[in-house]
């Protein structure tokens, strides 16, 4: 090994000599040759919740990546290596769940375009290089080799360590030619990850060119509706998710959709159970406008949702599991006759009996059982329930959960009825109320 300081002294000695014979230059490693050769052409990708990165295909600024880099955005922030920021429009995303999205960035001619290996050939063992921008350092670079070919999946899984960031980068053969899109590693693990191979980039991009892709690919778009009629009762419904269902492009998951109508304007409680898997479930509107969801991040063996829409009549639900899973579950989906979320002010005026208080009205029929529900995080909230001549139905107190109040009863006679909500002592704060 020779130190720092006998290098400078023998630098000072041919110097000194004057030696005029320059040293032979040092060859390029086949690392350098491929960022010198790909780079200019590796963009990073900013979008509204993250990073990620791209590649530019041709001159007139169309960018390679991939769809889940983009989202649900369709202007993203193109960088480029020369330290511009340009602004670019999504134009086509894969079908079929396939991790590719193109973005165009307007009026360019003159960009530097990677070059798309036109003969490739993919074996274990062979070595590749990968260009992106992991955790927002552009323009890094890193190698490995070729581990396997998942055929089923049409992936590449390589060694080349991937980051965050590094989604919708290039993979490169030793010529410095694109041959993939990186676009995954596998979880809790180093040295395995997965690109897009070229030949499913190229018919990706044989699509586009015959107009066979879309700009919107949302979760929910696929598979057949079951549609049922909930305008006077509730209705419950068995059946299973499996592998015969559509896929969530985001996560691999099954999801099952459902159509549900109801009187306008009435709002719908939709509450899935399951013993085989976690749920999760998606509410719409009739436009696919979201209105609620449950991710069930407390992992329970129940998901609910609640939607009010005074422009619609019909809701869509997507039953799903919070991470990818099949088994048999049941929902129930409940029109309400009463549904608010508000809340009391400081500056509201108190009643009389010093308590903040606001009423609701439903209408109801003779005979007919109506769970009360309020609920506060706030406060400890008060309910009570009076027949359209003003009369209290019941003196019976509400039962009290926690920050909530529950009260059953049954409605005497057809008409309009008044709901009351109180917050005892004037306490500010919202409030959650419910009649079913």
Excluded at 291 to 317: F, H, P
Aim: glycine letters at 8%.
């Amino acid at each position: 090994m020779v130190s720092l300081h006998t290098s400078l002294y023998r630098t000072t000695v041919f110097l000194s000599l004057g030696l005029l014979t320059a040293l032979p230059a040092r060859a390029a490693t086949e690392g350098e040759q491929v960022y010198d050769k790909a780079s200019p052409a590796v963009v990073s990708i900013d979008v509204s919740d993250g990073q990620g990165s791209g590649v530019l295909i041709r001159p007139d600024g169309l960018v390679l990546t991939n769809a889940h880099v983009v989202g649900d955005d369709r202007t993203v922030t193109v960088g480029l290596k020369d330290g511009r920021s340009l602004k670019g429009n999504v134009i086509a995303l894969g079908g079929q769940c396939l991790d590719l999205a193109l973005v165009q960035l307007p009026s360019q001619t003159q960009l530097p375009a990677i070059t798309l290996s036109q003969n490739p050939t993919f074996h274990p063992g062979q070595s590749v290089f990968a260009i992106g921008n992991p955790r927002g350092f552009a323009g890094s670079l890193t190698q490995g080799i070729i581990s396997r070919i998942d055929n089923e999946k049409q992936l590449i899984q390589s060694s080349v360590p991937l980051n965050p960031g590094n989604s919708g980068g290039a993979l490169l053969n030793p010529a410095g030619e694109l041959i993939g899109i990186n676009t995954k590693i596998a979880s809790n693990s180093q040295g395995i990850s997965f690109s897009i191979p070229i030949t499913t980039v190229n018919q990706f991009l044989s699509d586009h060119s015959s107009g066979k892709l879309k700009t919107q690919r949302p979760f929910g778009d696929q598979g057949k509706v079951s549609r049922y009629n909930v305008s006077d009762r509730p209705i419950s419904i068995e059946s299973t998710l499996s592998k015969d269902d559509p896929i969530n492009c985001n996560d691999g998951s099954f999801y099952d959709r459902y159509e549900f109508t109801t009187v306008p304007g009435k709002a719908l409680m939709v509450r899935m159970e399951s013993k085989d898997f976690q749920p999760y479930l998606v509410m719409m509107d009739d436009r696919s406008k979201p209105l609620d969801s449950d991710e069930n991040k407390k992992q329970r063996d129940y998901a609910l949702v609640i939607g009010q829409s005074k422009e619609t009549k019909t809701y869509r639900v997507l039953v799903n599991s919070r991470v990818p899973s099949s088994g048999k579950y049941q929902i129930k989906a409940t029109p309400l006759l009463l549904y608010r979320v508000e809340g009391f002010e400081p500056t509201d005026a108190p009643t009389p009996s010093g308590n903040f208080e606001r009423s609701f009205s439903f209408e109801g029929d003779q005979g007919q059982q109506v769970r009360m529900y309020v609920y506060s995080s706030d406060f400890v909230p008060k309910i009570l329930i009076k027949d359209s001549q003003g009369q209290p139905l019941t003196k019976q107190a509400p039962q009290q959960e926690g920050s909530g109040s529950v009260l059953d009863i049954k409605l005497p006679d057809k008409g309009r009825y008044t709901v009351t909500v109180a917050a005892p002592a004037r306490k500010p704060g919202k409030f959650f109320l419910m009649a079913e």
